[in-house]
């Protein structure tokens, strides 16, 4: 097992996210205990588990731990109970995420600390109900979550400093990139980012401005690739040439105030809209299952991320210290 990972993991709910977990802490050696209702979980949550283990082993360029043991059960007292860590990723609706864990905290040790995978309910919220409400956090990842480091770390209004740097060091300890936010907000940082750009594809898809494809395409060939490594905030001081940051708002400040977004704004999801969006993304996959989206994804990840590593930096960076946990003693 990989240091500072816990024993036995408590999963609520195996959905795609879920699913994702269970592959990340399985595969750093912890057993995994996961509650989900679906009669058909422990399928999906064994070919996700198929797929990462595949991807996994290709990034991971050592030796991992001893597989962990998933086991699928049908109430939250049996994932909770024995849990030294708890990850909650059912739906998101706050009703039964509150549901979940009141129930989950009333069975764990008040020293489990819980984690909800919510993309943007504030953890003050979540925490209404609990038993030692204090140790609930939120831990947003990313999709697929065995592979993409980054995860969201965002402390409740009840949250203790101690819970907090407890969920820190076992996202890190399972190869991932927390990021602790200082206070709760709707949608924390990643995801109104994203929300922001997926309001403006849905206007170029709308107004007939461009197809799904193009909407990826654009950004695939382009920002996208500078995104894996730099963001947004440094590419643009580069931009700016010897002026930095200041010389670059001077340029494209006023251009803020230009109508070139309608960010604010969404095209009504008519009927014509959504078929118009579904006919365009089977067109995308050209056939392919999802299965096999799965896999390519998963492959062309690992290569952007091997070689990012040979230089040392961003997403290539957490691989390398990750590596470094597991056992490698030389660069």
Not at 74 to 82: I, L, P
Not at 238 to 267: C, N, S, Y
Not at 301 to 318: I, P
Request: some cysteine; proline content about 5%; hydrophobic content about 45%.
């Amino acid at each position: 097992m990989a240091e500072g990972v816990p024993g036995t993991i408590g999963l609520l709910g195996g959905g795609v996210i879920g699913g994702g977990w269970a592959a990340r802490f399985a595969l750093n050696g912890a057993d995994v205990v996961l509650f989900d209702p679906d009669p058909e979980a422990e399928r999906k949550v064994g070919e996700v588990l198929a797929n990462a283990r595949v991807a996994v082993t290709r990034l991971v360029r050592v030796p991992l731990p001893a597989e962990g043991r998933i086991t699928i059960v049908r109430t939250v007292a049996e994932a909770a109970e024995a849990a030294d860590f708890i990850q909650e990723s059912a739906p998101e609706r706050l009703d039964l995420k509150v549901s979940l864990l009141s129930e989950a905290s009333r069975v764990a040790g008040r020293e489990v600390v819980i984690g909800s995978s919510t993309s943007g309910l504030l953890p003050s919220l979540l925490q209404e109900g609990m038993t030692a409400p204090e140790r609930l956090v939120v831990g947003h990842p990313f999709n697929p979550v065995y592979l993409l480091p980054l995860v969201e770390v965002v402390p409740g209004r009840l949250t203790s400093p101690d819970a907090t740097e407890t969920a820190r060091a076992i996202y890190t300890a399972v190869g991932m990139r927390p990021l602790v936010l200082g206070r709760e907000i709707d949608g924390f940082v990643a995801d109104r980012l994203l929300e922001a750009l997926w309001r403006e594809a849905l206007w170029l898809v709308n107004d007939g401005v461009a197809t799904m494809e193009q909407v990826d395409d654009a950004i695939r060939f382009g920002a996208g690739l500078r995104w894996s490594f730099m963001g947004t905030m440094l590419t643009y001081r580069i931009a700016g040439g010897e002026g930095g940051m200041r010389h670059f708002m001077e340029q494209f400040g006023p251009a803020l105030q230009w109508p070139w977004t309608k960010l604010m704004d969404v095209p009504e999801l008519t009927d014509d809209l959504l078929d118009t969006m579904a006919r365009q993304s089977d067109e995308q996959a050209a056939g392919a299952s999802i299965r096999e989206l799965e896999r390519l994804r998963d492959a062309c990840l690992v290569s952007v991320m091997h070689g990012l590593a040979e230089q040392d930096y961003g997403a290539g960076a957490v691989l390398r210290e990750y590596e470094r946990g597991l056992g490698l003693t030389s660069d």
